[in-house]
Every structure is written in C-alpha cells, then in structure tokens.
C-alpha cells in the first residue's frame, strides 16, 4: 500500500539520519582531537595533522548540511573529550589520530549500513575511505603493526 | 558552556569519553546489521549478481598477489600481510554472497619484475574502485562489506606507492 511504503520510506530515512548524527559526532571528537594530536608533534608534523582537522571538518559539515536540508538537528561538539591516555609525545599523537581515524570509520560504516540515498553512501564511503588512508599514516608513525586493516570500520 | 581544557591530561574533562572510540564501542555493541527494518537486507537479483561480481573482481586481486610474488620474490615476502588481508576480504564477500563459489581467475602477469609493484598497485587500485562503485548501488550490510573493503584497499594503495 502507498501508505506503508511512505512509512517505510520516512523510518528508512530516520535511521539514515541517526547514522549521520553518530557520524557527525564523531568527526567532532576528530576535529577536537587533532588539536591535540598537532599539538604534541613537533613543528615539521603539524601540517599532517591540520590537514587531517580539515578533512573532517569538511565531510563534518556536509554531513550536517545534509541533516538541516531534512530540518533535523545535529549533535552539538562537546567542549572536551577525555582521552583515552595521556598524550605527551609523537608517538602518543600518531597512536591518538588512529583512534580517531578508526572511530569515524566506524561511524562511517554504520552510515554505509543504514543508509538510504545513494549519495548518503558515496559521502560515507568517500569519507571512509579518507580516514583508512590517514589511519595507515598514523599506523605506521605509532609502530603499529600491521598498518593497513583488512575491514577498517568493520 | 563547556570550555576546551587546559594543556595536560590533568585537564581534560572526564565527563564525556572520547566520542571517537565511543562510537565504535557502540557500534560493536549494536552491531551493524541492525537496522529498524528489513528491507536494507533484501537482496534483489541484480544485487545478488553484482555481489557475485564483486566476488570475482576480489578473486582476481588475490591472484594478482600470487602473480606480482611470483614475479618478484622479493616484493612476495613484502606484500604477504596485504595479501593476506585481501584474502580475509574474499572469504568475508563469499560469506555474504550467496551461491558464491571458488573460480579460476587470471590478473595476468606483470610485465616485468621491475613492475610488479606498480603493476600490483594498479590492481589494487581498480579493485577499490569497483567495490566503490557497488557499495553505492548496494544497501544494507553488503553496503557496510564493500565499503570497508574498498577503504581497506585504498589503504593498501598507498602502502604499495
């Protein structure tokens, strides 16, 4: 019946838009945590990480264009995240950007998984895709081993 | 209004782990085939197929490490986690495409044992592409599948550069 698909459709999208919404907070967390991430390398490494900042703060913003376009409301930043150890060297910092790195893929999956508009996947899959290609750079700057990942996000 | 910490881990507020690995906690947590409806997770007969290619396309990178090793030994022992990763990739797709079953595929050869990184890295390349290209088209958890799978091999790109 019409109506059932119209209601199909609108819950298909509301669980599109929830994905978004976890994604947006997360690339938030990013954006918070290259500050730090920059501020513990030396000078000559810095231009990785505002460059990481940047990227998420564009696929940030676009994700949440896409959620005001549908009138819903992104989640706010927080003023500060705790961090998952104390970052006090280059090697903390490159081990910090892989958490960050891994945790919006993982978001980014989950937009992959739940969304219904083609052009929600190709933005999810774009920023994925981005976020492996960092986190293999910070990978191979922490000493870890190994340094791609088979199923990022997964 | 919350405000950003001074410098120091002393400082960081404790109110709000980092939403980053938050997230994905939460997400292993929820798993990622949990979606509100089914209808993500039926599969129509084109998907079917293109799943099916996809597992083909998959099968013919993991012949192509087997090729460019073969080519350069060198290179074999270099690359072994990639290919191993990219066999974990094939055995994940032919667990979500049903039907599936092993073929013989053939990448060809590298044309030189001077090339086989590039010649690998060209096939790595259009691999990503091609699981791209379906993920968009696709819906649901094999979405999820091809996505990561094409990220994962975009990072192999740039190992191989």
Known sequence: MADDGADESAQDLAAENAALGLAVAATHAAVWGYGVVGAALEPGGRGTAGSAEAAHRDVRDRAIALLAERSVEPPPAEGAYALPFPVLAAVDAAALAVVLEDGVSAAWVRVLDQAAEPGTRELALEALSDAEVRAVGWRAAAGRTPVTRALPGL | ?161
């Not at chain 2, 990739?89 to 979500?96: P, V």
């Not at chain 2, 088209?137 to 999820?144: E, F, V, W």
């Open chain 2, 1 to 161: 209004m919350s405000s950003l910490p001074p410098p120091g881990p002393r400082g960081f507020s404790r109110r709000t782990l980092l939403a980053a690995s938050a997230t994905g906690l939460a997400l292993l947590a929820a798993g990622c085939t949990s979606s509100p409806t089914e209808q993500r997770e039926q599969v129509t007969g084109e998907q079917a197929d293109q799943l099916l290619g996809q597992v083909g396309v998959q099968e013919t990178l993991v012949a192509a490490y087997t090729a460019a090793g073969a080519a350069d030994p060198g290179l074999a022992g270099e690359v072994a986690e990639l290919a191993a990763q990219a066999a974990e990739q094939l055995a994940r797709l032919r667990a979500a495409a049903p039907g599936a079953t092993p073929s013989a595929v053939s990448p060809g050869t590298p044309p030189s044992p001077g090339e086989a990184r590039s010649w690998l890295r060209a096939q790595v390349a259009t691999a990503a592409t091609s699981h791209a290209t379906a993920c968009v088209s696709q819906s649901g958890a094999r979405a999820a599948l091809l996505g990561s799978i094409s990220a994962g091999l975009r990072g192999q790109d740039g190992r191989l550069a």
